[in-house]
Nanobody, 124 residues
Framework: QVQLVESGGGLVQAGGSLRVSCLAS????????MGWFRQTPGKEREFVAA????????YYADSVKGRFTISRDNGKNTVYLQMNSLKPEDTAAYYC?????????????????WGQGTQVTVSS
């Protein structure tokens, strides 16, 4: 089992940058592929980015491709989401998630473990 804690959210102006982090407990972090999802009130949670166990493979939603970068440091049990050129529509609660399966990385049901979320607000 793994526990996930996100941090780094906050308020930023449009065009700015922010990096959110997700710290995982346990000694088997490298056994999990990781994903970031986001959710706004009244909407379903949506896929943002995913990264494989070693970090060699990454995927992004079309809406963030070229602006966001997912990375991981297995030595620190941490996955990051670097967000650049932020837009007001990026405003959401951002959640990290862990899975031992990676085939359907864009689906919520793929992920067994979730953090509590961190709020990112982009002002226009």
């Amino acid at each position: 089992q793994v526990q996930l804690v996100e941090s780094g959210g906050g308020l930023v102006q449009a065009g700015g940058s922010l990096r959110v982090s997700c710290l995982a407990s346990g000694r088997t972090f490298s056994s999990y592929a990781m994903g970031w999802f986001r959710q706004t009130p009244g909407k379903e949670r949506e896929f943002v980015a995913a990264i494989s166990w070693s970090g060699s493979t990454t995927y992004y939603a079309d809406s963030v491709k070229g602006r966001f970068t997912i990375s991981r440091d297995n030595g620190k049990n941490t996955v990051y989401l670097q967000m650049n050129s932020l837009k007001p529509e990026d405003t959401a609660a951002y959640y990290c998630a862990a899975t031992v399966r990676f085939a359907s990385y864009y689906l919520e049901d793929t992920y067994a473990y979730w953090g509590q979320g961190t709020q990112v607000t982009v002002s226009s």
